[in-house]
């Protein structure tokens, strides 16, 4: 039988903070990426770029969605854990929590399959810009 990790409130605090900065990064760039489909639209009309583009959009709308729905786990977690601190305060600092391996799972999960999508997405420019 294993035993969960524990880690202090403040160890996960800071991975909380870390992931929903990395979140909004990649809604950035998904933002940024979502232009430049724009300017190549505007470009080509050829039927095989059209629906290279079309699954790009969809890729990034998916992306946008995930980073979205981890975003809101992520500050369910963070109230979780606000809520524990406001019981009791003294405690809270020496108190350890067991680790939150599955959004770690989740957020790695993301971040692998978003550089995958970034890398193709770059294959696919270096192409058409």
């Not at 059209?50 to 699954?55: A, R, T, V, W």
């Not at 854990?81 to 929590?97: M, R």
């Amino acid at each position: 039988m294993t035993t969960a990790t524990k880690k202090y409130a403040s160890e996960l605090h800071f991975e909380h903070q870390v992931w929903m900065q990395e979140m909004s990064f990649y809604k950035e760039q998904l933002m940024s990426f979502r232009h430049r489909l724009e300017e190549i639209a505007g470009k080509y009309n050829q039927q095989d770029v059209l629906q290279q583009l079309e699954h790009f959009q969809n890729q990034f709308i998916l992306q946008n969605e995930q980073a979205d729905i981890l975003l809101h786990d992520l500050k369910g977690h963070e109230q979780i854990l606000i809520d524990k601190a406001k019981e009791n305060t003294v405690a809270y600092d020496h108190k350890t929590f067991t680790d939150h391996g599955g959004m770690r799972e989740r957020v790695e999960t993301f971040i692998r399959l978003f550089r995958e999508l970034r890398n193709e997405y770059m294959k696919f420019l270096s192409k058409y810009m």
